[in-house]
């Protein structure tokens, strides 16, 4: 997602910005002394600015940890970066104070120098010192710059989206069915608490966006096998699902026979005991019978077209009694 934060520059990148845009300042004075001397000034003005304008940018463009989104809230490596993020913004913040009053003691100290010589040593000093600053917060500035990246690489998991969970025993075809579904490519992340990715599809029911979640190593397993972190996503889970897709591989391709992926389909119910359930069998293609249900092939996109129209159908009903609510409530 886009959290609108720019790039982070490192403290060298961030010196050669504004140190070589100060360098094409030219100013005249009544003679060469002055001329000098309203140039360097000029200069380190400059140099402030742009540091103070950057530094700025990025003090105010992180977000808080109650802006996320809530489903990322969770999400224990974000809140560790956050807790971090907190104490880098500090640290920025005091380069950019330390900078700034370097650079007006610096400007006074021009008004007593005589000499070209005196001048170009104070404007070297100055530079030296904000530097020093700027390097002190080295670690911080590549810090923000990698959190930053994380972010943005975020997909947007919006509770306020029609969302639809894929579940089924792996190899099943879960991932090429949310990728045939999906509008767009889908996009990974990690799982809140955990390091276990999910991908993130959408799609349109009757011009609503929803959203299309595939569970890779979550919802593939008996509950007994998970530890805590894993049981924690599953329940993040359960709070956005309005519908779930579980896959069954009739042909069993994927390994796991049938007698296991109902099993998996019991406890999948059970723990998700609110949420309408909707059972494809998948890999059709490979099948010379078929029994009842809906059978689809998520690899040739046979009976795509039933499943999205069985899904919008769905989702419709689900929504039209929040809307329903939702009108009755502004009445
Ligand atoms: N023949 C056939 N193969 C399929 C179909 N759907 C998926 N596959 C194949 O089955 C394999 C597994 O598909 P995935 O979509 O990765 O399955 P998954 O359930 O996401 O697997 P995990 O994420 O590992 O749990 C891949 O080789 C797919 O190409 C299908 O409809 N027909
Ligand atoms: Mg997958």
Redesign the pocket.
């Known amino acids: 997602m886009d959290f609108k934060i720019p790039p982070v520059l490192n403290a060298d990148q961030l010196m050669d910005k504004a140190y070589r845009r100060a360098s094409k300042i030219q100013k005249r004075g009544v003679d060469k002394e002055d001329g000098y001397r309203k140039t360097v000034a000029a200069k380190l003005k400059l140099v402030n600015k742009i540091m103070e304008s950057t530094l700025k940018r990025y003090e105010v463009s992180f977000p808080s940890f109650d802006q996320l989104p809530p489903f990322y809230r969770d999400t224990i490596h974000i809140q560790q970066d956050l807790n971090r993020v907190k104490k880098s913004i500090g640290a920025i913040n005091w380069a950019r104070r330390k900078i700034k009053r370097a650079v007006i003691e610096d400007i006074r100290k021009l008004k007593n120098c005589e000499t070209v010589g005196e001048m170009e040593r104070v404007r070297k000093s100055a530079y030296g010192r904000t530097s020093s600053f700027l390097r002190q917060v080295s670690k911080d500035l590549e810090f923000l710059e990698t959190v930053r990246k994380k972010l943005n690489s975020l997909p947007d998991i919006r509770m306020d989206r029609p969302t639809v969970v894929v579940a ?1 025993s ?7 069915l949310v990728l045939q579904i999906s509008t767009g490519k889908p996009k990974v992340a990690v799982y809140p608490f955990t390091t276990k990715e999910v991908g993130v599809g959408h799609f349109r029911a009757d011009g609503l966006m929803c959203q299309l979640i ?1 569970t ?1 190593g979550l919802l ?1 397993r008996p509950l007994e096998e998970r530890n805590e972190i894993e049981l924690q996503a599953i329940e993040a889970i359960d709070e956005l699902a309005d519908l779930i897709i579980f ?1 069954y591989d009739p042909s069993e391709s ?1 390994g796991y026979p049938m007698s296991e992926q109902k099993s998996l389909y019991e406890e999948i119910k059970n723990t998700f005991e609110n949420t309408d359930i909707i059972k494809v069998y ?5 099948l010379d019978d078929r029994g009842e249900g809906l059978y689809i ?3 040739n996109g046979e009976n795509l077209d039933k499943l999205e129209k069985i899904l919008s159908e769905k989702i419709k009903y689900t929504y039209k009694e929040h809307w329903d609510v939702h009108v009755s409530e502004t009445d």
């Open positions: 089924g792996p190899n099943v075809g879960k991932s090429q595939d890779p593939d896959v994927s998948n890999k059709s293609d490979l092939s998520a690899l």
